[in-house]
Nanobody, 120 residues
Framework: QVQLVESGGGLVQAGGSLRLSCAAS????????MGWYRQVPGKQRELVAG???????NYADSVKGRFTISRDNAKNTVYLQMNSLKPEDTGVYHC??????????????WGQGTQVTVSS
């Protein structure tokens, strides 16, 4: 009943920029924290950036100063602006959201992921 749909991934040269979007839809009463995670083959999924409903943010050390997470609560959407991209930023980026439905049930949702590839 709840879906997270990411968009904005692609292939970019090192030093370039991409902007990811993730829109949540369905039976949503409220969304708490939202975040972006990166999955690389052979490694655990890792947190890239997170943002609370009130706008407090946190970042992985590897992306501080280059990536910016933001959200539009009216649109149930979270964004990730990625600048000065490096080859090591390559991976599948998944959106995550802590959602309370109209049934008052609180669940953790994941998007299907969007591929980001940074060439050197």
């Amino acid at each position: 009943q709840v879906q997270l749909v990411e968009s904005g991934g692609g292939l970019v040269q090192a030093g370039g920029s991409l902007r990811l979007s993730c829109a949540a839809s369905g039976s949503i009463f409220s969304i708490n924290a939202m975040g972006w995670y990166r999955q690389v083959p052979g490694k655990q999924r890792e947190l890239v950036a997170g943002i609370t409903r009130g706008g407090s943010t946190n970042y992985a050390d590897s992306v501080k100063g280059r990536f910016t997470i933001s959200r539009d609560n009216a649109k149930n959407t979270v964004y990730l602006q990625m600048n000065s991209l490096k080859p090591e930023d390559t991976g599948v980026y998944h959106c995550n959201a802590d959602i309370i439905g109209y049934s008052s049930r609180r669940l953790d949702y994941w998007g299907q992921g969007t591929q980001v590839t940074v060439s050197s």
